[in-house]
C-alpha cells in the first residue's frame, strides 16, 4: 500500500472511524479510498504534517458540546459577534444626523468607513503572532479593550479627526476578534451550521443597531454618539467573559495543540497562497458590499425614496434581518450542496433582488426586496470560511482564515467610501449600480476556485 495510508488489519476502515470519533465527517480531509488491502489514505497538502498516533493519521474535529468549556467559549463567541454586528450595524443610522453635526461632506463622511481599513488590516497581520505567543486568550483581552478605549473616547463626541483615529483602534479589536472566531469556529465539526449562527449573531446586532439607535435619535432625542455608551457597556461585558471562557487557551497551549502543524508558519508563505488571496478577495468585495447596503440605505430611502426619517431606519434593520435569518436556515443547506454552487446559487438570487430594489420605485417593493437581497447574501461570508479552511492545510488555518477574514473585513471600509464619494457629487442614487457591479465581480472571483469535488479528494491546490 501508500506510504500515505494506514492499513487497518483487525478491522473495516469505516468501523474503525465509527469506533474512534463517530460519524466520518468530522475528519478533516479524510477520503476513503476503496482498495484491495481495505487501507484508509489520508489527505495531506504539501508542508502539512497531521495528526498524533499514527503518524499519518488525521486530528479528528472537535465538537461544539465535547465539553462545559467548549460551549461556554462558543456561546461567549456569539456574544462577540453580537457586539461587532451592533457596531457595523449603527453606522448607517448614524450617518444622517452626524453629518450635519459636524457640518461634512459625503466623501468626509465616508472617511469612517476607510479609516478602519488601517486596523482590520493591522489585525490579519498580526493575528497569527499573537495567536502563537498568547494564544486565543490573548485576543480575549487585546480586542475588548481596543474597543473600550476607542468608545470611551467617541462617546466624548470629540472632533470629527479624533473620532476616525479611534474608530482605528476599535476596528483593529474588531478584525483580531473576527479573524480570530472565524479560525476557531471554521475548524470546529459541523462549520457551516456552527457559522451560520455565528454570523447569524452578528446579523442579529446588525438588525437590533439601527432600530435602536434610530429610536434612541428620533424619538429620545439623544445625540448620534449616545449608541456608544451602549457599545462601550457591552465592551465591558465581553472583556469580563471573553478571558474567563479562554483562560486556559494560552500561548503555550496553542503551540502544544498544534506542535504537528508548524505553527512557525510565516506570514510570506500565507501570502503566497493562491487560496488564502481568493477568498480574501471574495470577502472583501462581500463584505464591502453588505456594509454598503446596511450603511448607506437609511439615506438612500430618506432621499430616493422619500420616506420618513423612521422608516428608513427599519429600511436597515430589514436588511440586517434578512442577513440574521439567511445565516442561521441556509447555513443547513450550503454544506448539502457544497460551498461553491450554494454561494453562486446565492449570489444569483441577491442579483435578482438588487434589481428589484433598483429598478421598482416603491417603498413597500423595496422594504421586500432588500430584506430578501440579505436574506441570500447572509450566508456568504461563513461558506468562505468553510471553504477557506477546507482547501487550505491545517497549519495555515489560522494565518490564512485570519487574514482573508481580516482583509474582508476591512471591505466594510473601502466599498461604502467609495459609495460615499461618488455620491458627493452624483448622488446617493450610485449606490444601486456600484452595488450591483461589484455583486457580478464576486461572482467572478468565485469561480476562480477549484470545483466542490476537488475540494473532497483533496486536489484542491
Not at 457551516?192 to 434612541?216: D, K, S
Not at 430618506?302 to 427599519?314: M, P, Y
Not at 468553510?386 to 482573508?404: C, D, E, N, R, Y
Request: glycine share 12%; proline share 5%.
Amino acid at each position: 500500500m501508500s506510504n500515505t495510508g494506514i492499513e487497518l488489519h483487525s478491522y473495516p476502515a469505516s468501523t474503525y472511524l465509527e469506533q474512534q470519533a463517530g460519524p466520518s465527517n468530522i475528519y478533516q480531509n479524510v477520503s476513503r479510498d476503496k482498495s484491495p488491502s481495505g487501507s484508509l489514505h489520508s489527505r495531506k497538502s504539501a508542508g502539512q504534517v497531521l495528526g498524533t498516533a499514527p503518524v499519518n493519521a488525521e486530528v479528528p474535529l472537535r465538537k461544539w458540546n465535547e465539553s462545559r468549556t467548549m460551549m461556554a467559549r462558543i456561546f461567549t463567541s456569539f456574544w462577540c459577534m453580537i457586539v461587532l454586528g451592533l457596531n457595523d450595524g449603527q453606522i448607517g443610522a448614524i450617518i444622517p444626523y452626524l453629518q450635519p453635526y459636524y457640518g461634512i461632506s459625503y466623501t468626509v463622511t465616508s472617511l469612517m468607513f476607510v479609516c478602519p481599513t488601517v486596523g482590520y488590516i493591522l489585525a490579519g497581520m498580526t493575528v497569527n503572532r499573537v495567536h502563537v505567543k498568547l494564544g486565543q486568550r490573548g485576543i480575549a483581552f487585546i480586542a475588548p479593550i481596543c474597543k473600550i478605549v476607542g468608545y470611551t473616547v467617541v462617546c466624548q463626541h470629540p472632533p470629527y479627526p479624533a473620532v476616525l483615529v479611534f474608530l482605528v483602534i476599535v476596528a483593529y479589536g474588531n478584525g483580531l476578534e473576527d479573524a480570530g472566531l472565524n479560525a476557531f469556529i471554521g475548524g470546529l465539526q459541523n462549520a457551516n451550521e456552527l457559522l451560520g449562527f455565528l454570523h447569524g449573531c452578528y446579523g442579529l446586532g446588525g438588525v437590533i443597531a439601527p432600530l435602536l439607535a434610530t429610536t434612541m435619535i428620533t424619538k429620545g432625542g439623544l445625540g448620534w454618539w449616545t449608541f456608544s455608551y451602549v457599545l462601550l457597556g457591552l465592551a465591558i461585558v465581553e472583556i469580563i467573559i471573553f478571558p474567563l471562557s479562554f483562560k486556559t487557551a494560552d500561548g503555550k497551549a496553542y503551540r502544544e495543540e498544534h506542535a504537528k502543524e508548524n505553527t512557525g508558519s510565516t506570514t510570506r508563505e500565507t501570502l503566497q497562497n493562491r487560496i488564502v488571496w481568493i477568498c480574501a478577495v471574495f470577502l472583501l468585495i462581500y463584505v464591502g458590499v453588505e456594509v454598503s447596503l446596511g450603511g448607506w440605505v437609511v439615506t438612500f430611502m430618506l432621499q430616493i425614496r422619500g420616506t420618513g426619517k423612521f422608516d428608513a431606519g427599519i429600511s436597515a434593520t430589514a436588511f440586517w434581518l434578512g442577513i440574521t435569518v439567511g445565516r442561521v436556515i441556509l447555513g443547513f443547506v450550503t454544506g448539502r450542496i457544497g460551498e461553491k454552487l450554494a454561494i453562486l446559487i446565492y449570489l444569483g438570487c441577491a442579483i435578482g433582488l438588487h434589481l428589484v430594489f433598483y429598478l421598482v420605485p416603491s417603498m413597500y417593493a423595496s422594504f421586500v426586496a432588500v430584506s430578501f437581497e440579505g436574506f441570500f447574501l447572509g450566508p456568504l461570508f461563513p461558506a468562505a470560511i468553510v471553504a477557506t479552511t477546507k482547501l487550505l492545510p491545517s497549519h495555515l488555518h489560522v494565518s490564512g482564515v485570519g487574514f482573508a477574514a481580516a482583509i474582508g473585513a476591512s471591505g466594510a471600509c473601502l466599498l461604502p467610501f467609495a459609495v460615499g464619494a461618488i455620491a458627493q457629487s452624483k448622488g446617493v442614487q450610485v449606490l444601486m449600480p456600484i452595488v450591483l457591479a461589484f455583486l457580478a465581480a464576486d461572482a467572478a472571483v468565485w469561480f476562480m476556485l477549484p470545483s466542490d469535488k476537488s475540494w473532497k479528494r483533496g486536489k484542491a491546490d
